[in-house]
């Protein structure tokens, strides 16, 4: 069992800059690739980024690369999001997830889940 806990979301304007992070508890953190996820008001939810459990490869979501940033800390058991340039669109409750399996963006794979932290951007 993995137990997740976002923090640090709130309201910035467009352009803006904004840090999420990702703390993980109950089993060997190095063990499990950890990912972001958001949901959009109105929407499914949808992959962000990801980082593989020894923090060397990323993989990010096409309308965020070169914005935001994922990175791991695994001697603190943390995870961290970094998003630079916020948009209106980046509107959302964004959850971290972990997966046993190999870097993915795929959903389905990512077994437990953090009970969400709202970011939201203005015009």
């Known amino acids: 069992q993995v137990q997740l806990m976002e923090s640090g979301g709130g309201l910035v304007q467009a352009g803006g800059s904004l840090n999420i992070s990702c703390a993980a508890s109950?089993?060997?953190?190095?063990?499990?690739?950890v990912g972001w996820f958001r949901r959009p008001p109105g929407k499914g939810r949808e992959f962000v980024a990801t980082v593989s459990r020894n923090g060397s490869s990323t993989l990010y979501e096409d309308s965020v690369r070169g914005r935001f940033t994922i990175s791991r800390d695994n001697a603190r058991n943390m995870v961290f999001l970094h998003m630079d340039n916020l948009i209106p669109e980046d509107t959302a409750i964004y959850y971290c997830a972990a997966t046993e399996q190999a870097l993915t963006d795929r959903l389905y794979w990512y077994d437990y889940w953090g009970q969400g932290t709202q970011v939201t951007v203005s015009s």
């Open positions: 109950g089993r060997t953190f190095s063990s499990i690739s």
